[in-house]
Structure formats: C-alpha cells, structure tokens
C-alpha cells in the first residue's frame, strides 16, 4: 500500500528554517522523481521543489528559489526539503509526492503544517 508519512513542521518565527521530512512506502523511490507541494488555507496544493532520481537535477518554485533544498536518502525511501529564510508566504501544509513537474500518485499523506509567524 502505497503511503507517505510527511514530518518536521512546525511553529518558526520569520527568517528562520525548518526541515522536513517524508518517508514513503509501498514503493522504491529510487527510480522515481520526488517532489514537495504545499496548499495554503483557501488555495490550490503548488509543487515547491522536486529532484531526479539520481539527484542530478532539481526544480524550484521560483518563490522558493535560494532558500529551500530539496534532498533524497533513497536507501532510506526518504525525501528531505531544507527551509531557510522563511516568510509568513511559506505557511501552508507541506506534502510529498512522486514526479517532477506534477505529482504522479492520487495518494496523498497527511501533509505537516508549517507556521511562519512571530
């Protein structure tokens, strides 16, 4: 059964960082892209940053550009998205996924909240 167990969110004041974490099962992520998305109260679920499988190419957001880092353990079936620098605008649910440029997978997790706030 496929499933993602996202984690690390939190209550940050502005400027500061958060890292996040999504554990998945039911498939190896090795061979796949993964992706972060994140939904704010009352607008639509936007892909953040996502890598290749072997790393060697990422995409970002351009809000996100130059302070957040998307990472992959694959032995581990982990993903990773370091947050720095963060604004109030960063406050949403954050979400994993598989893919690149969409999510591949209608399953979500339960995503973990993020709160930039001072």
């Known amino acids: 059964q496929l499933q993602f167990v996202e984690s690390g969110g939190g209550l940050v004041q502005p400027g500061g960082s958060l890292r996040l974490s999504c554990v998945a099962s039911?498939?190896?992520?090795?061979?796949?892209?993964m992706s972060w998305h994140r939904q704010a109260r009352g607008k639509e679920r936007e892909l953040v940053a996502a890598i290749s499988s072997a790393s060697l190419n990422t995409n970002y957001a351009d809000s996100v550009k130059g302070r957040f880092t998307i990472s992959r353990d694959n032995a581990k079936n982990t993903v990773y998205l370091r947050m720095n620098s963060l604004k109030p605008e960063d406050t949403a649910v954050y979400y994993c996924?598989?893919?690149?440029?969409?999510?591949?997978?209608?399953?979500w997790g339960q995503g973990t909240q993020v709160t930039v706030s001072p």
């Open positions: 996924n598989a893919g690149f440029s969409r999510a591949v997978y209608e399953s």
């Open positions: 039911g498939f190896t992520i090795s061979r796949q892209s």
